[in-house]
Every structure is written in structure tokens, then in C-alpha cells.
């Protein structure tokens, strides 16, 4: 098993029960909470809050693809130097980025991945919109071809940008759809789960 360490500034967000275990850690006396700071709640009555780590680390399985530990670099560093050192078949690889940012994805809540290619279309009253630019070219996503070329390149687009959710509407043909989960046109997905 490999664990991956990434130096780098952290940001991230804490509920109250995540910020009040925090701060009673061990790890208290290195984390910049905002603890005037609260954000939007995502549910309501849960108030959320943002911790900046300027000097952080991020602990990642790389068989689970999943965070193991996080906090103030110094911290981790030791933690994980003595382990390995303890532990047979760990191994342990640091990876510096202290000049960048990791944070959570950003989220997209609405977005029609057809109409990536009519982004800044001329914006005409919604009717005429609708007819002489969306429905044009939503229409040209009964080719499997065009369906699959297009999500490539608004998938590529969204994750580029640290977009790793979205709630994505695609056309009403079901070659959209495909080629949207599955990277290929129907006729193909057919074929190779026969």
C-alpha cells in the first residue's frame, strides 16, 4: 500500500460537530478555523464553516482513493515518517505543492451539456432563443457521434475547471444520454455488454 502526502495549503469546510472535534484534537493548535465566519447553510439549521490550513497535508490511500487524514504539515510529516518506518509494505511518497491550493470540487446545479457550443449565442427574447439556437442544436444529438464528442469535451471542460459535480441535463435522445454516462452511442454500449 502506497500513501500519498500532499503539502500543500488546504481549504475545506466543517459543520459545528466537525469544527468542535476539531478543536479539541490534538491538532487544535495548528488550524486556522474562521470561526467568525459561517457559511450558507446546506441544511438548514446546520451552520458551516471554512478551516484554511496555510502549511497542511493531505494524507491519500492510493488503493482507496480515499483521504486518510488531514492537517498542518509538521504534524502529518512526523506521523507518517514514524509509521512507515513501523509498518512492512507501507510506503510513503511526498509530493510538494505548498505553493497551491487544494479545496473541495466546485459544484455545478444546472447546466445542459448540448449546449456547450452555443455558449454566448446571441441572446434574442427566451422564445426565439429557443427555437433559433437551443433546438437547432440539440437536435444534432441523434448522432451518436456528435453526443459522444460533445460530452468528451464538457466533461474534460467541467473537471478542468474543478467542477466535480453537476447536476447536467442533457437532450431528449437517448444517444445523448449514452454518450453522456457512458462515453459511447447506444448502438455501441448494445453491443459490447452482449
Given at each position: 500500500?502506497?500513501?500519498?502526502?500532499?503539502?500543500?495549503?488546504?481549504?475545506?469546510?466543517?459543520?459545528?460537530?466537525?469544527?468542535?472535534?476539531?478543536?479539541?484534537?490534538?491538532?487544535?493548535?495548528?488550524?486556522?478555523?474562521?470561526?467568525?465566519?459561517?457559511?450558507?447553510?446546506?441544511?438548514?439549521?446546520?451552520?458551516?464553516?471554512?478551516?484554511?490550513?496555510?502549511?497542511?497535508?493531505?494524507?491519500?490511500?492510493?488503493?482507496?482513493?480515499?483521504i486518510?487524514?488531514?492537517?498542518?504539515?509538521?504534524?502529518?510529516?512526523?506521523?507518517?515518517t514514524?509509521?512507515?518506518?513501523q509498518?512492512?509494505?507501507?510506503?510513503?511518497?511526498?509530493?510538494d505543492?505548498?505553493?497551491?491550493?487544494?479545496?473541495?470540487?466546485?459544484?455545478?446545479?444546472?447546466?445542459?451539456?448540448?449546449?456547450?457550443?452555443?455558449?454566448?449565442?446571441?441572446?434574442?427574447?427566451?422564445?426565439?432563443?429557443?427555437?433559433?439556437?437551443?433546438?437547432?442544436?440539440?437536435?444534432?444529438?441523434?448522432?451518436?457521434?456528435?453526443?459522444?464528442?460533445?460530452?468528451?469535451?464538457?466533461?474534460?471542460?467541467?473537471?478542468?475547471?474543478?467542477?466535480?459535480?453537476?447536476?447536467?441535463?442533457?437532450?431528449?435522445?437517448?444517444?445523448?444520454?449514452?454518450?453522456?454516462?457512458?462515453?459511447?452511442?447506444?448502438?455501441?454500449?448494445?453491443?459490447?455488454?452482449r
Amino acid at each position: 500500500m502506497t500513501l500519498h502526502i500532499y503539502q500543500a495549503r488546504l481549504l475545506h469546510y466543517l459543520t459545528e460537530s466537525d469544527r468542535t472535534e476539531r478543536t479539541t484534537s490534538n491538532h487544535s493548535q495548528t488550524l486556522a478555523v474562521e470561526r467568525d465566519i459561517t457559511l450558507l447553510p446546506v441544511i438548514e439549521g446546520i451552520q458551516v464553516y471554512s478551516e484554511y490550513i496555510v502549511d497542511g497535508a493531505l494524507v491519500v490511500d492510493d488503493v482507496t482513493g480515499c483521504i486518510v487524514e488531514y492537517g498542518h504539515n509538521e504534524t502529518i510529516s512526523a506521523k507518517y515518517t514514524n509509521t512507515s518506518e513501523q509498518v512492512d509494505h507501507l510506503v510513503v511518497k511526498v509530493h510538494d505543492y505548498r505553493d497551491k491550493l487544494i479545496m473541495p470540487g466546485f459544484i455545478d446545479t444546472h447546466v445542459h451539456y448540448p449546449q456547450i457550443d452555443m455558449i454566448a449565442a446571441y441572446g434574442e427574447q427566451l422564445l426565439d432563443w429557443l427555437n433559433n439556437y437551443t433546438f437547432v442544436t440539440e437536435a444534432n444529438f441523434g448522432d451518436p457521434k456528435v453526443a459522444h464528442d460533445t460530452a468528451q469535451f464538457f466533461l474534460n471542460q467541467l473537471l478542468a475547471n474543478g467542477t466535480t459535480s453537476a447536476m447536467v441535463f442533457s437532450t431528449s435522445h437517448p444517444e445523448s444520454v449514452n454518450a453522456f454516462f457512458y462515453g459511447k452511442s447506444q448502438a455501441q454500449y448494445s453491443y459490447d455488454h452482449r
